[in-house]
């Protein structure tokens, strides 16, 4: 039997839809940013969902939300999975053990792990020769199969193919499908170390220094167009200190293959054979399996710092739960039934869970009725606590306007080349809890900042 929507059936959101004049510190800020106040849509009640709201402004035009929607994704996956829930990557071992041979090969199955990182990636091949294992005879086999999604190009979203963000999900996902390239002053040169080793892959052991910092990255004129030779004919900045780039790999499917051989032989073992796709042979038992952090982790680092790929992961996850194909399309028809189900109304129009879309489509009186009933929900802590506290960390740690605004707001933030906004939750200094939705869809978005600022303040100090 389905389960009722969360949110109170006494709440009157009709209420909700009409038109209410905004705080005249906003539509100052709007007119000083040439943003028409027909490209913003907010709503501002409180958060019980009990009250007449105190501002509905345009709260039915639909609006793309950025990375606003990760809202939907991580409370969805919170209400549905629980937030004790794990991935597991299961290994099998195919073939006896002799004298630290494996007279036969290794699969590793990825089941969507969002957070196969560099040191988790460590760990799963230490337990592998904690089996005794320190040369396989045959392959390393990755079934990747969980996940029916097509190859993406990760610079067809915004040209940018070497940022992390535009990485694709995987059912193996192993750390972003991204390198971390260290720089690191020592005498006259800067040491370079990059995380994990990608086997087969070149980078400079040290580059030159240069006088200053400054915009460090352009100056090392990093070329990384030959996916196995990566070239700096630039210089490194002196006082720049220690410095990290996260790079996403140029050549996005082999870098589960080249992590997973470029670890293994880090760790002193060897392989006659190759690292390859395939299936686990039918009836095989896991040797272990590999648990990711808890849910209730994981959303944090979805909301706190939007991470993308990992908040498609979880969008995905969603329909293996219900026993679908991991599809994109089955994941949205398993997000529509539940919200449907819990949170009640017409769904947004999810793409892909992350809100890194064009097309994504919501609008301020859906993201308020996911809000509300998140506050009503006994999951309630566990997904304000994943949302960046204003001024405090994640993606809004230098937002709040001195120290009388930090700490004031639980918030997740959106930002495309069109799209400004904010949703969550606000404490008044009345004593009570607001629930907050602002979003600017316009040319001068990215000018918004200070309308979206001022409605924040309007919020807690009314």
Partial sequence: MPRRPLILLAWAWACAVQAQSLPPTVEAALARAKVPRESLVAYVAEADGKATPRLAHRTDATVNPA?????????AGLDVLGPAYTWATPVYIDGTIENGTLQGSVYIQGRGDPKLVTERLWLLLRRVQGLGIRHIAGDIVLDRSAFDVPPQDPGAFDGEPLRPYNAGPDALLVNFKSVLITFTPAGTRALVHVEPPLRGVQFPAEVPLR???GDWRPQLQADFKDPARVRFAGAYGASCGERNWPVAYAQPASYSARAIAGMWQHLGGTLAGQVREGRVPAGQQPAFELSSPPLADVIRDINKFSNNVMAQQLFLTLA????????????REAMRAWWAARIGGDAPGFQNGSGLARDERTTAAQLARLLHAAWASPLMPEFIASLPLAGVDGTLATSAKGRSGRGLAHLKSGSLWNVQGVAGYVDGTNGRRYVLVAIVNDAHANQAQAALDALLAWTAQE
């Fill in 320 to 331: 293996l739960q219900r026993g679908m194909p991991a599809t994109f399309d089955s994941a």
């Fill in 67 to 75: 990375s606003i929607a990760k809202l939907a994704t991580t409370f």
């Fill in 211 to 213: 006088a200053g910092c």
